[in-house]
């Protein structure tokens, strides 16, 4: 969470639209929706010692929730707890329903944390990576991982991802 270039609050980018939003809110705090990768039937990466992807997340996203909360700022909510399988589309269904009332009132994550455990087939190979949602890949390398990932999830979930329709794009 990127810091405010403002020297005299300690807001985070989260928090700099917080005053300007006058809609009824479900919760005054930022939500944040943490993703732990995988799960249940689909393990992800398996590490060289036999670990699961599935299992690093999953450890990583509670301890990422915990730290976040304990700050008091934000409303964190996650779209696994346990080692279950939940499909895409339904972790999309989870963050724009993130926190709701009584009322079924529902209002949506402000931040998505996808979590994944990446392997390589360098072993060499070392540090982390960060993706953002794009519509095109930013290179040949990104482009083979996209096609690998999709290609893991028809394999598990019998559900080919939707083409986009860029035509209508603004």
Known sequence: IKK??????NKTALDEDEDNNTNSKVTEKKIIMIDPGHGGKDPGAIGISGVYEKNITL???HQLRNFLEKTGRYKVVMSRTNDTFVELHKRVVKAQNAVCNKK???QAADLFI?????SHPNKKTKGLSVYTLSDTAS?????????RENARIEAITEVKPKKQDRSKRV
Request: net charge negative; proline share 0%.
């Open 4 to 9: 405010s270039n403002s020297s005299t609050n």
């Open 59 to 61: 450890l990583f996203g």
């Open 104 to 106: 079924s009132d529902c």
């Open 114 to 118: 996808s979590i994944h455990a990446d």
């Open 139 to 147: 290179d040949v390398e990104a482009a083979k991982l996209a096609a």
